[in-house]
């Protein structure tokens, strides 16, 4: 980052980043060359610069994503691969470019070309990897979900995109216990039509039965290319279609959000680069699964150089400490986590900064869901006292951030550090004012290279349109409820769908979370804002439920206490009228919880896509209450 603002002429992160949200013709191809990045960028950087959505960036570019993850030494360490404490692989550069043209060889003979979609319903592997790489380097499409899908929650995304190749796995571990996918992958595989070939993964058993699977092959049955370890790179224009995500789709069935080679090469090489410092030879890990979008962030490392540390599996498995035995067995130079995982290790008392070797540990990241500032204490106590802890948001929608961690930069408690390059983020009120120090909506007020393409199967942009643009004629709506504070810093209070609004006062749950969640009795909560009285609808109650930590009872006495920390912490009215106790909190595949689904719980409304969620049994947990009658 330093290096960037010496080359660009600046000398602050504030001058910095105002410049690149007013020069966008400037800084853009600054970036491009600065990175590195391969391709041909053309002499145009952006065409209608003003229309949001509408604007076209590097319209004369042509580049391959794959290509530049692969460029450079083929020397150097390209990952590892834990699979918990079972299985432990490496690849170099070489050896994953070889593997790349080996499956790249097998799509062609399937007829995939340009534009062609392939779907992955795997695991964190590095077969993953090579059949993104293989699939991107031919200008196809690559779309994925993860193997703990339900075969509905996997048709409700693939069936929308009509995959010509599918990529599954025999099963995978989940916390030291085999989970097998056979029956599941039959059954989709039977269900979409589309499909010319299928390639079975060999993960639990080297050679699986797969005869079930119609036209399927074996991974490791694919033939080796030969003669040739060099894959075909196709280069393509800068908003070709390079990945379709997937949202939740507790609202309904998962949109379909594209995003382009170029877009997402430029944004993923900042925010490596320059605002997590990602230097050559780095060892970079996320926890996360192939359905959530941390997944293609995490990969794009390579384009920086970086080896990825690849990880399947219970983040707690082996005891509670097998992601900082990963750390410490690898050097590894950034970890990247979710809040929620902050906050359990805090729980169980983790201490690795003691109990493990973190020399090489320069930074440390958070997403997923805001980190309370008690997250922040603990990451500063337990793990190390002089990383960068970046706490992260961005979205899906982007496949990337809008604020993020900077190393320049001081980290002040329960603050997200800066917004990200050429990325004009503020916060509006109702009325579209920009605010400070005030809670309101985050927005991005102009164009930017990795908003989406497009949504599949929208020709006219309607749900494109609808989905961002509606509240703010012009301007992005994200829909987190936020506030840039007086560092110019960011908070995030919780999704602006989620925000509850008792006597018409907007309370982001964050607020309700933080406080909740420091009481050892409690291990999570989730809070709803309940319609009262019921048939009125004249205002809304604070409904909070807990699931508490196991040998613990909400008794009256601790019930007060929730309240009284709530109470002594915030406001009256963050309060709740009932505290509850549940068995479980209904979370997304990625690991969210979803207020809005057991909103609709609550009320007696449906839910329209249980598939979307990790466990939909527990929002029966939810229903009927007769707490919640009075």
């Known amino acids: ?72 030494d083929t020397a150097g360490e390209a990952l590892v691969f834990w699979g918990e404490d079972k299985v432990k692989r490496r690849l170099s550069r070489a050896e994953l470019s070889a593997e790349v043209a080996r499956l790249q060889q097998f799509l062609i003979e399937a007829g995939v070309g340009a534009g062609d979609r392939v779907a992955g319903y795997l695991p964190n592997l590095p077969e993953t990897l090579v059949a993104m790489l293989a699939t991107t380097a031919l200008g196809a499409i690559w779309s994925s979900a993860s193997p703990d899908f339900g075969v509905q929650g996997v048709l409700d995304r693939f069936g929308q995109i009509e995959p010509k190749v599918l990529v599954c796995v025999d099963g995978y571990w989940y916390n030291g216990k085999p989970v097998d996918c056979l029956a599941k992958n039959a059954e989709v595989v039977a269900r979409l039509p589309s499909l010319a070939r299928t390639v079975v993964v060999p993960y639990l058993s080297a050679a699986p039965d797969i005869g079930s699977i119609a036209g399927a092959i074996g991974w490791q049955d694919i033939p080796a290319v030969d003669g040739k370890n060099a894959p075909i790179f196709t280069r393509v224009a800068f908003d070709h279609p390079l990945f379709i995500m997937f949202s939740s789709g507790t609202t309904g069935v998962p949109k379909c959000i594209v995003h382009g080679h170029g877009g997402v090469l430029l944004q993923h090489l ?103 500032p008690e997250g922040f204490d603990w990451v500063y106590g337990a793990v190390k006292p002089d990383l960068l802890l970046a706490s992260i948001s961005g979205g899906t929608d982007i496949v990337s951030c809008f604020v993020l961690g900077n190393p320049l930069l001081p980290v002040w408690r329960g603050e997200i550090q800066c917004r990200g390059l050429g990325m004009a983020v503020d916060v509006f009120d109702d009325d579209g004012r ?72 907007r309370i982001g749950t964050a607020e309700i979370y933080r406080q909740v969640e420091q009481l050892p009795e409690i291990l999570e909560s989730l809070v709803i804002g309940q319609d009262w009285p019921p048939g009125k609808f004249d205002d809304v109650r604070v409904v909070l439920f807990v699931k508490l930590q196991p040998g613990h009872q909400l008794d009256a006495g601790l019930i ?71």
């Not at 005891?319 to 169980?348: N, P, Q, R, W």
């Not at 809670?439 to 164009?447: D, M, Q, R, S």
């Not at 509850?580 to 689904?597: C, M, Q, Y």
């Not at 909103?599 to 249980?610: F, G, I, M």
């Open 434 to 505: 920009p605010v400070r120090g005030e809670k309101g909506e985050l927005v991005c007020t102009k164009p930017f290279p990795v908003m989406p393409v497009g949504f599949w199967n929208d020709p006219d942009g309607r749900k494109y349109h609808a989905a961002y643009f509606e509240r703010f004629a012009n301007i992005w709506c994200h829909g987190d409820f936020s506030e840039i504070t007086s560092h110019d810093g960011v908070i995030i209070y919780g999704r602006s769908d989620a925000t509850l609004n008792p006597g018409g006062v």
């Open 270 to 372: 900042k925010e490596h680069c320059l605002h997590s410092d990602v230097r050559p030879g780095d060892r970079v890990f996320y926890f996360t699964t192939c359905g959530w979008m941390m997944w293609n962030w995490l990969v794009s490392g390579l384009a920086a150089g970086a080896t990825l540390l690849l990880y399947d599996g219970s983040p707690f498995a082996a005891g509670g400490t097998v992601l900082f035995d990963y750390a410490a067995a690898e050097k590894m130079t950034h970890f990247g986590t979710s809040a929620k995982f902050i906050d359990a290790a805090a729980k169980l008392g983790l201490t690795p900064g003691s109990t493990h070797d973190l020399a090489a540990l320069r930074a440390m990241m958070s997403t997923g869901s805001p980190l309370s």
């Open 1 to 72: 980052m330093a290096r960037f603002m010496q080359a660009t002429g600046h000398a602050s992160y504030g001058d910095l980043w105002q410049w690149s949200v007013d020069r966008p013709e400037a800084f853009w191809p600054a970036l491009w060359d600065f990175c590195g990045a391969v391709g041909d960028r053309g002499e145009r950087v952006v065409v209608d610069g003003d229309q949001m959505p509408g604007a076209r960036w590097f319209p004369e570019a042509r580049l391959n994503y794959a290509e530049n993850l692969l460029a450079g």
């Open 560 to 630: 007060e206490r929730v309240k009284k920390q709530i109470r002594d912490n915030t406001t009256p009215r963050h309060v709740p009228a009932k505290v509850v106790a549940v068995a479980d909190i209904p979370r997304t595949k990625s690991g969210k919880i979803v207020e809005l689904a057991v909103r609709n719980v609550v009320h007696d409304r449906p839910v329209k896509n249980v598939e979307a969620l990790a466990n939909p049994e527990a929002l029966e947990y939810f229903r009927g209450r007769p707490e919640l009658a009075a």
